[in-house]
């Protein structure tokens, strides 16, 4: 009994476990996540659409386009038609009391055409002209339709009338924008459709003034003294009112940069000569047996052909010299 007591004194107690603090500081500590709470995650999910532009930015894009248009340069089709609507909306007051609604509509194929051919530029000259040629027309109107002289509708200009005073300029517009003849005659071409308008504008002007102002009228063949708006007769106011009107509409287009000082001088030139063979033309032909088809507006066409075939023709001979 006194061994084994002995025994158990010298047996050594185990070694106690180590503990869970000593375990958890072996071992590195890391960091605990916290969940991140989302303030959104409960809440409906936005529909996302596409939304509308805003009425103003598409007036102002489209006007932007419209500005872009009418400034291009050279001229198109597209903004010819534009320009001309427009202006033809814009200016319906001065077009009503100068033209008949079939008038209107043959002047907007004219302003559409001379502004592809011509450019703005080409299309104030053809305003100009039309606006003169409107106003001297009214003139007396009175006195005129007393005397029997005066244009029908009061002066509003009918489809036939304006292609009679645009027919010339028409075709030169179209050999231009073809570019018949090549660049080298888009020059003449512009000279044949500024001498066109100016051989009108100063047969409108002589004409009416003639009859409203003219003293003594005289047949341009004979010379003898004839009543007031007889065709082919010629009176010096209206001679001069005429010339004074082709130099106007001249002066005009130089300033436009239509044509130059000397081709301005031809301008001028022809028109009087193609006034002089109007005249006869109406003087021996007109209203005559044979020629009952012969009416102003025939005339007219026959008058602006030749002042606009002058002028090529002048110019051309002045260049080969």
């Given at each position: ?27 590195p ?6 969940p991140?709470?989302?303030?959104n995650?409960?809440?409906?999910l ?33 903004s010819?038609i ?12 001065i ?23 011509f ?25 005129k ?9 009061k ?35 512009q ?5 066109s ?10 004409s ?18 004839v009543p ?11 001679t ?29 030139i022809?028109?009087q ?47 080969q010299?």
């Amino acid at each position: 009994m006194a061994l084994s007591t002995h025994l158990l004194l010298h047996i050594k107690p185990p070694s106690p476990l180590p503990s869970l603090q000593s375990h958890r500081s072996s071992f590195p500590i890391l960091p605990r996540k916290i969940p991140i709470q989302n303030p959104n995650r409960d809440k409906p999910l936005k529909q996302f659409t596409m939304q509308k532009p805003h009425a103003s930015t598409t007036v102002q894009s489209a006007v932007s386009n419209a500005v872009s248009l009418i400034q291009s340069s050279p001229a198109t089709w597209q903004s010819a038609i534009l320009c001309n609507i427009l202006i033809f909306v814009l200016g319906s007051p001065i077009l009503v009391s100068g033209l008949s609604l079939s008038g209107i509509a043959a002047a907007f194929l004219l302003g559409t055409l001379t502004w592809r051919a011509f450019g703005p530029s080409g299309f104030l000259l053809v305003a100009t002209y039309f606006i003169i040629g409107t106003a001297v027309t009214k003139v007396r109107m009175a006195q005129k339709e007393a005397e029997g002289v005066a244009e029908k509708r009061k002066g509003r200009r009918g489809p036939g009338s304006v292609i009679g005073s645009s027919a010339a300029g028409c075709i030169c517009a179209f050999l231009k924008i073809f570019l018949v003849g090549g660049k080298a005659y888009s020059r003449l071409w512009q000279l044949g459709f500024v001498a066109s308008f100016c051989t009108k504008l100063s047969d409108t002007v002589s004409s009416e003034v003639g009859k409203a102002y003219g003293k003594t009228t005289y047949l341009v063949t004979t010379l003898t003294v004839v009543p007031r708006g007889t065709e082919g007769a010629v009176s010096v106011e209206g001679t001069l009112a005429g010339l004074l009107a082709s130099v106007l509409l001249a002066f005009v287009g130089c300033l436009m940069g239509q044509i130059s000082g000397p081709e301005a001088i031809i301008c001028v030139i022809a028109s009087q000569l193609a006034n002089v063979g109007e005249s006869i033309i109406g003087a021996a032909l007109q209203e005559k047996e044979g020629f009952r088809w012969l009416n102003n507006d025939a005339v007219n066409v026959i008058n602006i052909s030749m002042g606009s075939i002058f002028a090529v023709l002048m110019q051309q001979v002045l260049l080969q010299n």
